[in-house]
């Protein structure tokens, strides 16, 4: 099928990403191209509603100066993607807003929402570390480990906007807590804040000490026991999980994004190793870092948008060929 | 997009689901209503040359009498289903064999074969359990424990045609040995064959003395206390894979099927309750027993020729598009 595809023309898109510290906004040509950045504190200690006019605000001066024809907005927590709906969002404060509903009022625009990951992830699909790969999992290794299933450039929603949570499969079932409620999730160990929470811990660390998952890393480099062990057990516990991943998806490949990404070979040599350790029957995905950074989300808001618009596009076609057959 | 479809016209198609012990044959009209069934017995051990001829002899044979206008095969193993081409499958000895390629020249008609496990969750999807459900994951308990994932009708092939493998998630790491080569997979603990080796391991019965999972789940309930044990270990490592694949997945619905099925609320009441027991941010997916029983496996296979058919009908209607815009 040739999809009927709105000529972009020079009318481009405005994408938001709004993270629980800032919102960055982009405003993109047609082909993902960014034509201008900014950003926005979130604030969101402000409430729920402050934050929402924080965002219409940075989307409504951008709308009048780039005349997009459509807008993304990727917001982190659960996301009804069919209905534009944010269910909730710790993060924000958020519960049950129809971002899409309102954003359309205020803007006079088609707007698409989606899930901030499951954006990113359809941003490392198409432009980046997924690129020509059918199947795959974008994995962001951060301060959480989040998850999204990307499958011929789109990401698996699950039944209940659910799917891909890497980060909450339970890898030490007598392991440590973690903020889900369960136990030993594989972001409750191999997370960055797991990792220098575990490290501050058998060390004996003062709480008023800080120290990174970077730096545990480093000290890991430079000989110190203690902190080889930490990273080596978050290493143990992210292949767990990605072993199960594989074993139940499958992918081409894996992509870790996320901050704890930037420590490059240093985490995927040995995650790389100790998967291949773990497969038994099944083939062996390539492990590779992800390639957008942070802007994978506000350019994945992008693409939402842009793919809004070729959906709108395709659906007038399909009433002008209904029509035309009758 | 409306799929230009074949008119079915009065010609059916020939469906095989070949088994280690069984291949059997189906003649299905193309609203998937059977017209005729017949079996083999597969006798593997007489290699696997001597298989193929008997499916092939089995196909032929019902081709002549019911002039279907295609074939779809089901087999078990690693099949890739692009160039219909077994890869391998340890029940019928089979490495690298063109299915495809040999049931079409000798057939003289198109073919479509793939996985059986996958075929099976296609014909729940479309005719049983999964029917009006957009996700969810048919798991098979039987001697072994297999899985599809089905997304709005078709089956996660994965990267390497590999998706799916529930039984081979790693649920007790210091658990027994699996013949995958790991330990402690979902198969090792819950599938038929595992509940009876423990049963049989913990009373000290002797090998020649027979007892299947059914009579160590109807020696559960009739107050043995090893019995009980036994099925609450297997319940409960079931119940650890699926929230492994709720927590990827996020399903709307689980459909249970194979031997183990037939214990019905003595399997699904603890299983829905361990699983619910083990969800913290998760949806809980409905939770049902299969619908189509041992005859999934071909009725698959003929959604398969179906398919096929459609999609041959769909590709000409494209041939002769790109010819007019010309």
Same mark, same amino acid.
């Given at each position: 099928?040739?999809?009927?595809?709105?000529?972009? *023309? @020079?009318?481009?898109?405005?994408?938001?990403d709004? *993270?629980?510290?800032?919102?960055?906004?982009?405003? &993109?040509?047609?082909?993902?191209?960014?034509? /201008?950045?900014?950003?926005?504190?979130?604030?969101?200690?402000?409430?729920?509603?402050?934050?929402?006019?924080? #965002?219409?605000? &940075?989307?409504?001066?951008?709308?009048?100066?780039?005349?997009?024809?459509?807008?993304?907005?990727?917001?982190?927590?659960?996301?009804?993607?069919?209905?534009?709906?944010?269910?909730?969002?710790?993060?924000?404060?958020?519960?049950?807003?129809?971002?899409?509903?309102?954003?359309?009022?205020?803007?006079?625009?088609?707007?698409? $929402?989606?899930?901030?990951?499951?954006?990113?992830?359809?941003?490392?699909?198409? &432009?980046?570390?997924?690129?020509?790969?059918?199947?795959?999992?974008?994995?962001?290794?951060?301060?959480?480990?989040?998850?999204?299933?990307l499958?011929?450039? +789109?990401a698996?929603?699950?039944? /209940?906007?659910?799917?891909?949570?890497?980060?909450?499969?339970?890898?030490?079932?007598?392991?440590?807590?973690?903020?889900? *409620?369960?136990?030993?999730?594989?972001?409750? #160990?191999?997370?960055?804040?797991?990792?220098?929470?575990?490290?501050?811990?058998?060390?004996?660390?003062?709480?008023?000490?800080q120290v990174s998952?970077? !730096?545990? !890393?480093q000290?890991?480099?430079? *000989?110190d026991?203690?902190?080889?062990?930490?990273w080596?057990?978050?290493?143990?516990?992210?292949? @767990?999980?990605?072993?199960?991943?594989?074993?139940?998806? @499958?992918?081409?490949? $894996?992509? #870790?994004?996320?901050? &704890?990404?930037?420590?490059?070979?240093?985490?995927?040599?040995?995650?790389?190793?100790?998967?291949?350790?773990?497969?038994?029957?099944?083939?062996?995905?390539?492990?590779?870092?992800?390639?957008?950074?942070?802007?994978?989300?506000?350019?994945?808001?992008?693409?939402?948008?842009?793919?809004?618009?070729?959906?709108?596009?395709?659906?007038?076609? @399909?009433?002008?060929?209904?029509?035309? +057959?009758?």
């Open positions: 099928m040739t999809t009927p595809r709105r000529p972009p *023309g @020079d009318r481009p898109v405005v994408a938001l709004v *993270g629980g510290t800032h919102v960055k906004a982009a405003v &993109l040509t047609a082909d993902g191209t960014p034509l /201008h950045t900014e950003s926005a504190d979130t604030r969101a200690e402000r409430g729920p509603d402050a934050v929402l006019e924080t #965002i219409l605000a &940075l989307a409504g001066g951008l709308a009048r100066r780039f005349r997009p024809a459509a807008v993304g907005i990727a917001v982190p927590g659960i996301v009804d993607e069919a209905s534009g709906v944010c269910r909730y969002s710790a993060n924000l404060g958020w519960r049950d807003v129809p971002v899409r509903r309102w954003a359309e009022e205020e803007l006079g625009l088609p707007v698409a $929402v989606g899930h901030d990951v499951r954006a990113g992830g359809i941003a490392e699909a198409r &432009l980046g570390a997924g690129r020509g790969c059918r199947s795959f999992l974008f994995v962001p290794v951060g301060t959480g480990i989040a998850g999204a299933v499958l011929n450039g +789109r698996l929603l699950g039944g /209940h906007g659910g799917a891909g949570e890497v980060g909450h499969l339970v890898v030490r079932p007598d392991g440590p807590p973690c903020a889900c *409620g369960a136990r030993g999730c594989v972001e409750a #160990i191999a997370s960055a804040s797991a990792i220098a929470r575990r490290y501050r811990q058998l060390t004996g660390l003062p709480p008023q000490q998952a970077e !730096q545990v !890393q000290r890991a480099r430079a *000989g026991a203690v902190a080889a062990r930490v080596r057990e978050a290493v143990a516990a992210l292949a @767990d999980g990605l072993l199960a991943a594989v074993t139940l998806l @499958d992918p081409q490949r $894996v992509v #870790i994004g996320g901050g &704890l990404s930037r420590a490059g070979a240093a985490l995927l040599d040995p995650l790389r190793a100790a998967l291949a350790e773990r497969l038994t029957f099944q083939a062996a995905p390539e492990l590779v870092p992800a390639e957008l950074g942070h802007r994978a989300g506000s350019l994945g808001a992008g693409l939402l948008a842009l793919d809004l618009l070729e959906r709108t596009a395709a659906d007038r076609a @399909d009433l002008v060929g209904a029509g035309e +057959r009758e």
